[in-house]
Structure formats: structure tokens, C-alpha cells
């Protein structure tokens, strides 16, 4: 039964890579090199050559980056590395904890370190080459650290209480580690604006008084209330936009990034606002978090069933049974299941998408909710003829071409 398991587990990893590869491939058969008709609305000649161009360049990186891991994940798996590792520390501690916290972090320092040349390569070169990157290099390496020390100080402590209480409940461990990681992300939902972003990005109230005013004119309108609007300075790390909403209990914060404040209109900037807002009083985030807690919820149910089997600990031809072993190998034996599960989170976070802009175009002036989204694909080099199939795979929004079409589809009905 432990080599079914094993070679089950290897049959898993190669069917994600082929699954990403052929996705990719009919994603390829989608390019044009002259504007299709369709998109003449949209970009014009220069723009549109330029936002193939870049897709080209990010699919051909993007191939050698996952064939690059998928060999390495295939070696791990087929030269017993993970046993190796474990072996080693063993020699040092027995503790489970110490155990689980030392080969995770082996393995994260592991994959930075290989990681690291493309993160360089993608961020200084083909981010530099189309004028997205505006990071320098102590920023770069500053935001690594930041990151790892972030994951080691968050993960482990979660990690640790969670192979504490596996140590204490055996199996019935799975619900009261479902209550901690509810936990960690609702706090971390809530809390995200205040305590990380501040470690890699300065918030500062909106200084545009005038814009301001036009936001909190607009928010009474739709009965919002609204307690901070913060501009973020991301323009030190890329010249592309995003904005986002947080809050906690009623206290409301929305942060708008800089390059988004610099590129578009007052009007513009509102409309993305209402976009944003309808989400809240959708209680769109509200239902994305209850969606991955039952899914965190199935997934240690799952997980309580499989640490009953000690075949798949040994499958990756341990000793003794191991609770971070356990944990490795089910993962990749759930990818099926999170494959489908995370179809579905897309599917409701396409639907939702289309939700908020029907709300900005019946609660704002739609011209400007159509400008702003044209500007956001020539702004980002947007893909907006993607393959279905790929589509629906990845995008957890609809492509700003849809939803153009959605909404001239709306303004004939309305």
C-alpha cells in the first residue's frame, strides 16, 4: 500500500504540471498579432502589441519557472529528500514541535533560496523591460526578509499550536485546529490594513481634500458609512493600480494606491469606490470568508482521516510516522479537491465582480465606471481575450472586456 501511495503521489504532481502546461498552451492560441475588431474600443495598435508582447514574455518565464519546480518537487519525491531531511533533524531533537517548525523551515529557506534568481530576474527584468517595476534592489531584498520573518513569526506560531494540539486531542485534534485557523484569518482580515501593510508601505491620509469630499459625498449618498480614506505609496515598488477596502466592526477604511490617484480622475476614482463598496454591503468578503473557512473546515476533516493511515506518512518513505510528513503528502494528495474548490471560489468571485459594478453603474455616472476600467487594462497590459478554459481555471474576475459588455448589456436593459 505505501508504494500505491507514493506512486499515487507522484502521478498527482504530474497531473497539476500537465493540467497548468495544456491550459497555457490553449491560452497561446488566443494571441493576435493585429487588433482584433473587438478590442478596438479598448486599446489602440501600440497598446494592444505591447499587452501581447508582455503576455508572451510572462507565458515563456512562466514555462521555464514551473517546469524548473516541477523537476526539482519530482527529485524531492523520487529521491526520498524529505526523508533525508527528516533523518537528519531527528539526530538533534525528537520534539514534535521543534521537529515540524525545523523541517518547514528548512524547506521554506530552501525554496527562497532557489526561488530567488527568478523573483530577481521577473521583478528587474521583465518587469523593468514593459515600465512596471519602479523597486530598487534594497527594497527588493528588504521586502524578502521582511517576508520570511513575517511567515516564520505568523506560520510557525500557528503551525506550533496546531501540532500541540494534534500532540493533546490525537483525533479529534481537527476541530479545535479548525477554531484556531478561523481564528488567525478573521483577525488577520481584520487587521491586515493596520499591523502588515504598514511594514512594507506608508498610509497616509488622502490629501486631495477636494477628492476626498467627492467620496464622502458619494458614500452618504448610498448610506456608507465611511471612517478613513488612505493613500498608500506604492509607487515605489510599481507603477501598476490597486486599491482596497478593510474594516473593523464599524470602523471603515479604504486605501487608494498612489499610482491609482496619479493616473485617473476624480470621478473615475469614485466610481471605483462604488465598486468597492458594494462589496461590503454585499458582504461579499464576509461570504469569501465563510467560504474558506468550510473549506478549511473539509480540509482538516480530511487531513484527521488521512493521520489514521501511517501508509501515507511512509509513502515518503519515513521511518516513523510524522506529523509534517503527513502533512506534505496530503497536501498533494487533496490537489484534486482544492483544484474543484478553487474553481468555485473563482466562479463566486466572478459573479461578485459583476455584482459591484452593476451597483456603480446604477448608483453612479456609468461613463466614468466604463473609463476607468478601460484605463485599467491599457494601465496593466491586460490579457483580455484569454482562452476559456484558462479563464475559467485562473481568472477570479471577469476580463475587463466582459465586463465592459456586461455593462452595455445593462445600460440597454436599464
Not at 523541517?103 to 523591460?129: A, C, D, H, M, R
Amino acid at each position: 500500500m505505501t508504494t500505491t501511495i507514493f506512486y499515487i503521489i507522484l502521478w498527482f504532481v504530474t497531473f497539476e504540471f500537465v493540467l497548468t502546461k495544456i491550459l497555457a498552451y490553449l491560452n497561446t492560441l488566443n494571441w493576435s498579432d493585429e487588433l482584433p475588431e473587438e478590442l478596438k474600443w479598448i486599446y489602440d495598435e501600440e497598446k494592444y502589441k505591447k499587452s501581447q508582447q508582455y503576455e508572451k514574455t510572462k507565458h515563456k518565464f512562466s514555462m521555464i519557472t514551473s517546469s524548473f519546480s516541477f523537476i526539482v518537487t519530482f527529485l524531492v519525491l523520487v529521491f526520498w529528500l524529505f526523508w533525508v531531511l527528516d533523518s537528519f533533524l531527528r539526530t538533534y531533537t525528537e520534539n514534535p514541535i521543534i521537529l515540524a517548525l525545523s523541517f518547514f523551515g528548512t524547506v521554506i529557506i530552501l525554496q527562497t533560496i532557489i526561488n530567488l534568481p527568478f523573483s530577481y530576474y521577473s521583478t528587474f527584468v521583465i518587469e523593468e523591460k514593459f515600465w512596471f517595476n519602479k523597486s530598487t534592489k534594497k527594497i527588493f531584498f528588504l521586502d524578502l526578509l521582511k517576508s520570511l520573518l513575517l511567515s516564520f513569526i505568523i506560520w510557525f506560531s500557528l503551525l506550533a499550536l496546531i501540532v500541540f494540539v494534534y500532540q493533546k486531542l490525537w483525533d479529534n485534534f481537527w476541530w479545535m485546529a479548525w477554531i484556531i485557523m478561523t481564528l488567525f484569518s478573521v483577525f488577520f482580515m481584520f487587521f491586515y490594513s493596520t499591523l502588515i501593510v504598514p511594514l512594507f508601505n506608508k498610509q497616509i491620509p488622502l490629501q486631495d481634500q477636494e477628492l476626498k469630499k467627492k467620496i464622502e459625498d458619494f458614500a452618504q449618498k448610498v448610506w456608507f458609512k465611511l471612517d478613513n480614506i488612505y493613500e498608500m505609496d506604492a509607487s515605489k515598488r510599481s507603477t501598476k493600480w490597486n486599491a482596497y477596502f478593510s474594516w473593523f466592526w464599524s470602523k471603515k477604511r479604504i486605501v487608494l494606491f498612489d499610482t491609482l490617484i496619479k493616473d485617473l480622475t476624480h470621478e473615475e476614482l469614485v466610481a471605483v469606490l462604488a465598486h468597492e463598496i458594494w462589496h461590503y454591503k454585499k458582504k461579499h468578503t464576509i461570504q469569501m470568508l465563510v467560504f474558506g473557512t468550510l473549506e478549511t473546515w473539509f480540509m482538516l476533516f480530511m487531513l484527521s482521516l488521512a493521520l489514521k493511515i501511517p501508509e501515507i506518512s511512509y509513502a515518503l518513505w519515513t521511518t516513523l510516522p510524522s506529523f509534517h510528513i503527513w502533512l506534505v503528502a496530503f497536501s498533494i494528495l487533496f490537489t484534486p479537491i482544492s483544484i474543484i474548490l478553487w474553481l468555485f471560489w473563482n466562479i463566486l468571485s466572478r459573479k461578485n465582480e459583476y455584482q459591484a459594478d452593476e451597483f456603480a453603474w446604477i448608483n453612479y455616472d456609468p461613463k466614468f465606471l466604463q473609463d476607468w476600467l478601460k484605463k485599467l487594462s491599457e494601465k496593466n497590459l491586460s490579457n483580455l481575450r484569454p482562452h476559456k478554459a484558462y479563464e475559467f481555471f485562473y481568472y477570479s474576475h471577469p476580463t475587463v472586456l466582459k465586463r465592459l459588455k456586461f455593462l452595455e448589456k445593462f445600460k440597454k436593459l436599464w
